[in-house]
């Protein structure tokens, strides 16, 4: 019997999945994914097309922006996008934490841009470096002055691996420090995921002879795929775990839960996830703030009440909060590094001017046109809207902001809507993952499966059938 039965075999014994839907899920494989890049990358014809006119700048050659140029090419009889990106590579940025596992190798997650983007859009090999959206243009960092009727903002998000002190970036690689999220896009490197890897192999080493201290960290703010820290913890545990080894592990996050989003995920990860490796402790509230490399220390922020004088008229007790700084040693380190917008978007009148959003593109949560100029949207993890900052999100994203684009630039109010899903394939262990789907209002599974249960099944498709889907559909504008 074929793996591909098997595999379905699997998925139709999983409680409450119909053939059906089993078809559906075995439907998005590589061949099917081939079968339909070779169709074209339009999901229409041109004679279906919008026949409605207006010069559009797409700023971000990342996943947003390359799903939004393609989606707006199919969708115009007479597209005229120009497309201002400096990246000539195009990395799969999800494969970095295959990478770090040993799943994958650098050559599995890099593309040419240059297969994506049409003959006919002109691309300009720049980054912006001012918005002027009162004016209706972009200056970008070589003095290049570029109008638009149309502006679509794509430019990602960036890593500040400066803000903790005593950290810099040619640190990552040494003395047991990692982060796989270390990667420069405008260059084509990933060298977080390699890098991951060879502290996987380290810290096995260390682990033969001892029961090293690992601490695995999460910012205090919004990052790219919220569940990468713990995806890094579980699987580094689990590489240890098959051949006999342990160490002590330490989670340190800026929250007071493991996911916060689905509590059904938190319950699975506290009571089944966590207690099968046995030597997990976690610190909440505790954001990394410094790193003594040599003395291999790492100093958080601890953020806490207590309770204070009682009041009698209130029948409650004053809190007090309390800051302290917590050192801990460490042998080996994961790093994820605080992230905010772009410093374009963040220093322009396109950013959200103060609150939690302040810096991130201020998009209306739904429709993700901008809230004060009408002719600006968003993708991507740049939009300041309360979820979404993974590629599933901005998938979800794409048909959104072109249909309310479209709607604008043929004179009618935007009505489609973002229901703000985001996805989170959840890796506890080697071959298993949950894949944590949920929206606005909780959890939202696109099959009838408990969102909460690690399966093989999901690590299967995130390994082998994600990443073809990624390059020939959803890069492509077919999904």
């Known amino acids: 019997m074929s793996k591909k039965i098997d595999f379905m075999d699997e998925i139709v014994n999983e409680k409450g999945m119909s053939r059906r839907d089993a078809l559906k899920f075995m439907g998005i494989s590589p061949i099917a994914a081939g079968v339909l890049a070779s169709a074209g990358s339009s999901t229409g014809t041109k004679a279906e097309a919008s026949s409605a006119e207006g010069k559009i700048v797409i700023v971000g050659g990342g996943a947003g922006g390359i799903m939004a140029m393609a989606r707006l090419h199919a969708a115009l009889s007479h597209p005229d996008i120009t497309l201002i990106a400096p990246n000539e590579k195009h990395l799969y940025q999800p494969g970095q934490v295959f990478m770090a596992a040993g799943e994958y190798t650098f050559e599995d997650i890099v593309k040419d841009n240059k297969e994506f983007i049409p003959d006919d859009v002109n691309w300009i090999k720049d980054e912006v470096k001012t918005f002027d959206p009162d004016n209706n243009k972009v200056i970008t960092r070589a003095g290049k002055e570029v109008s638009y009727d149309y502006l679509v903002v794509a430019t990602g998000l960036q890593y500040h691996y400066e803000w903790i002190e005593g950290l810099t970036k040619d640190m990552i690689g040494k003395n047991g420090i990692s982060s796989v999220y270390l990667n420069d896009p405008e260059a084509g490197t990933a060298d977080g995921g390699s890098i991951t890897w060879d502290w996987f192999n380290e810290l096995k080493e260390a682990a033969k002879n001892g029961k090293p201290k690992v601490i695995c960290t999460q910012p205090a703010t919004p990052i790219k795929c919220g569940g990468a820290p713990q995806k890094i913890l579980y699987l580094s545990d689990d590489y240890l775990k098959r051949d006999g080894l342990t160490a002590e592990f330490t989670f340190a996050t800026n929250g007071s839960k493991l996911f916060g989003a689905v509590p059904a995920v938190d319950k699975e990860l506290k009571e089944v996830v966590q207690p099968r490796y046995g030597n997990i402790t976690n610190k909440f509230k505790h954001n990394l703030i410094a790193i003594d490399a040599d003395k291999k220390i790492a100093t958080f922020e601890y953020k806490y009440e207590v309770k204070g004088e009682y ?164 890069m492509r504008g077919l999904m």
């Open 311 to 474: 009041d009698e008229d209130l029948e409650e007790y004053d809190m007090i909060k309390k800051v302290d700084r917590v050192e801990m040693p460490y042998d080996f380190i994961h790093i994820v590094p605080p992230m905010a917008g772009v410093d374009a978007v963040a220093n322009s009148k396109l950013a959200w001017q103060k609150g939690t959003g302040k810096g991130w593109l201020e998009v209306d949560q739904y429709t993700l046109q901008h809230r004060r100029y009408k002719n600006v949207f968003g993708i991507g993890d740049i939009c300041g809207v309360p979820k979404g900052k993974t590629g599933g999100s901005a998938r979800h994203h794409g048909p959104i902001m072109v249909a309310n684009l479209l709607a604008v630039m043929e004179g009618k109010e935007p009505k489609e809507k973002f229901d703000g899903y985001t996805v989170c394939p959840l890796k506890t262990q080697y071959g298993k993952i949950i894949l944590a789907e949920f929206n606005y209002k909780g959890a939202a599974p696109s099959f009838p499966l408990a969102v909460e249960q690690p399966r093989w099944m999901w690590w299967a498709f995130d390994l082998y059938m994600l990443k073809p889907m990624y390059w020939y559909l959803m």
